[in-house]
C-alpha cells in the first residue's frame, strides 16, 4: 500500500514523503492499506531430530514456515515499503513438527517474526506517461526504504491469540524537484509509528476463518519534516478490523484457492501546539488585532485536524500459493477544529467590532484511497509486488468531485520485501524440508490474517 496511506487523513493530503502511517499504515498500507498493505507468524520449525529405532530409518521432519502473502494494510498497519501492501511483514502460523512416536510437538518460534526491510520505487502517473495530461506538470519519483520491526510478547492456543508489539519507520528521497524539501535528492524520514496488536481466531471450520485484530493505543511520533515543523506533538489513536476468509476451490487446489474480505475502523488525534500549524523558529511580523505589529509563529489560515476517522475495506484473492491480488479501498473523514468569532478591542475608535468570517464554513472534507496491488512470493525470504495506489482529497481544488479510482496525485509502483526472520531461519539451518500440503495451508493462514 502507498507508505502515506499509513498517515491519518489531513487536508491537504500529506506530502508522499512527508509521512505515513496505519498503523498501520500503514503504511503503510500498510498496503494494504496500510495495510493497513497489513496477522500471526508462523513459527520456524525445531532444529532436533529425533533418534531412529534403526539406521535405516530417517526421523521425522519438522515443518518450516511457508513464504507469506503481501498484506494490504497496513494501515496503520505492519511495515511495508514505500506503495507496496506486500511489504507489510509477514506471519508464522505456528505449525507443529513431528515428535517421538509420531506425536506433535511445538516448535521453536522466533519472537520477532514478522520483521521485515523493503526497498519500494514509486512514480506518479503523471511521469510515466499514464492518464490525462495535467495543466500544472509537476513529475514525482520517489524511492523508499521501510523497516517493520515485530515483537510477540504473549501467545495462548485454542483459541489462537497473541499479543504483539509492532512499528514502522520511513527513509524517504525523492529524485524529481520536490515539493516539500529544501534541497534537491534531500532524505526524509515518515512519522514513526508504534502501536501493540491483538490477534485472535475467532472460528475456523476447514477452509473457514474468522480473525480479529485490536490496536490499541497506536502511536505516531513527529519525526517526519513535515510533522515536526508544524507543531505537531504525538498522535493517539486506536484500530480494529475482522477478516473472514471464504473458500473459492480450497487450499488443495493450485489455483484460486480463498478469498479473504476485511473491514476495519479507526480513529485517531494529533496533538498539537495549536489549533493552527505553527513553528516556534519561525518569527515573521504581521498585524495584530489591536493594530500593533507583533511577531507570530503561525503557518497559515488553515485549521488543524481535530478528529480522524478511517474506514477500510480489503479483499484478497488467494490466486495460487505463492500469488495474491488484493484491492483496497479507503475513506477517510476529517473533522477540522472550528474558530470562534471574538470581538476585537484594541485601538479601534469606533469601540470593539466583531470581524467578518465566512458564514457555516466547511470544516469537514474526506480523503479516498484505492490500492490494487499483485504479490509473488518468489522465494520464502522475499517477496515482489507491482501496484497503483491513489490517494488524494475527495474535493479537488477546482470544487468539483475526484474519482476514486484516478487523480493527478495517482501513483504507480514496485516493492521488494525482505522477510528477515525468513532470512534468519536459512542462515542458521532452523529451516527443513516440508509438505506440499504443508505449504499451502500455512500459506492460506497468512493471507488470512495478513490484512491486519
Not at 505456528?94 to 515428535?99: I, S
Not at 508489539?165 to 520511513?170: A, E, Q, S, V
Not at 473523514?333 to 485601538?347: A, L, T
Amino acid at each position: 500500500m502507498p507508505s502515506y496511506a499509513q498517515d491519518d487523513p489531513a487536508p491537504p493530503p500529506p506530502d508522499p514523503g512527508a509521512a505515513p502511517a496505519e498503523g498501520d499504515a500503514p503504511a503503510a498500507p500498510p498496503a494494504a492499506p496500510d495495510g493497513e498493505k497489513k496477522p500471526e507468524d508462523a513459527a520456524p520449525p525445531s532444529n532436533t531430530q529425533q533418534p531412529a529405532p534403526a539406521p535405516a530409518t530417517p526421523p521425522p521432519a519438522g515443518g518450516t514456515a511457508p513464504t507469506a502473502a503481501p498484506p494490504p494494510a497496513g494501515g496503520t498497519g505492519g511495515a511495508q515499503i514505500g506503495f507496496g501492501a506486500s511489504a507489510n511483514p509477514q506471519i508464522d502460523t505456528g505449525a507443529k513438527t513431528g515428535g517421538p512416536g509420531g506425536g506433535e510437538a511445538k516448535e521453536e518460534k522466533l519472537p520477532w517474526r514478522g520483521t521485515s526491510l523493503g526497498w519500494d520505487n514509486s512514480a506518479t502517473t503523471e511521469t510515466v506517461g499514464v492518464g490525462r495530461n495535467e495543466l500544472t506538470r509537476n513529475p514525482t519519483y520517489e524511492m523508499s526504504f521501510i523497516f517493520g520491526p515485530r515483537y510477540y510478547l504473549w501467545e495462548a492456543e485454542d483459541p489462537s491469540q497473541s499479543i504483539s508489539l509492532r512499528g514502522r519507520l520511513d527513509l524517504i528521497r525523492e529524485f524529481t524537484n520536490s515539493d516539500s524539501t529544501t534541497k534537491r535528492g534531500e532524505w526524509t524520514l515518515s512519522d514513526l509509528s508504534i502501536f501493540p496488536q491483538y490477534s485472535r481466531n475467532l472460528y475456523k471450520e476447514g477452509d473457514i476463518r474468522t480473525d480479529l485484530a485490536l490496536r490499541a493505543p497506536t502511536l505516531a511520533f513527529p519525526t517526519s519534516k513535515n510533522s515536526a515543523n508544524s507543531g505537531r506533538i504525538i498522535q493517539v489513536g486506536a484500530l480494529a478490523g475482522v477478516t473472514q476468509q471464504v473458500p473459492l476451490m480450497g487450499t488443495s487446489e493450485p489455483v484460486l484457492q480463498t478469498f479473504a474480505l476485511t473491514g476495519r475502523v479507526g480513529y485517531s488525534h494529533w496533538f498539537t501546539k495549536a489549533t493552527q500549524p505553527t513553528n516556534g523558529d519561525l518569527a515573521y511580523t504581521r498585524m495584530g488585532p489591536d493594530g500593533r505589529a507583533l511577531p507570530s509563529d503561525q503557518l497559515g489560515g488553515a485549521a488543524n485536524a481535530a478528529h480522524n476517522v478511517t474506514l477500510d475495506l480489503i479483499g484478497e484473492l488467494a490466486i495460487t500459493e505463492k500469488v495474491v491480488w488484493t484491492n483496497w479501498f479507503s475513506w477517510r473523514p476529517v473533522w477540522k477544529y472550528d474558530f470562534e468569532n471574538r470581538p476585537v478591542c484594541g485601538n479601534l475608535l469606533t469601540g470593539c467590532e466583531t470581524p467578518s468570517t465566512v458564514q457555516d464554513p466547511n470544516n469537514f472534507s474526506v480523503i479516498t484511497l484505492f490500492n490494487s496491488e499483485v504479490g509473488v512470493d518468489v522465494i520464502d525470504e522475499m517477496n515482489v509486488a507491482v501496484g497503483y495506489a491513489n490517494l488524494t482529497l475527495q474535493q479537488g481544488p477546482d470544487g468539483t468531485r475526484r474519482n476514486i479510482f484516478y487523480s493527478p496525485d495517482a501513483r504507480v509502483y514496485a516493492t521488494i520485501t525482505a522477510k528477515l526472520d525468513e532470512i534468519y531461519k536459512s542462515a542458521s539451518g532452523l529451516r527443513k524440508s516440508e509438505s506440499s500440503d504443508k505449504r499451502v495451508e500455512e500459506a492460506s493462514l497468512r493471507r488470512r490474517r495478513s490484512a491486519q
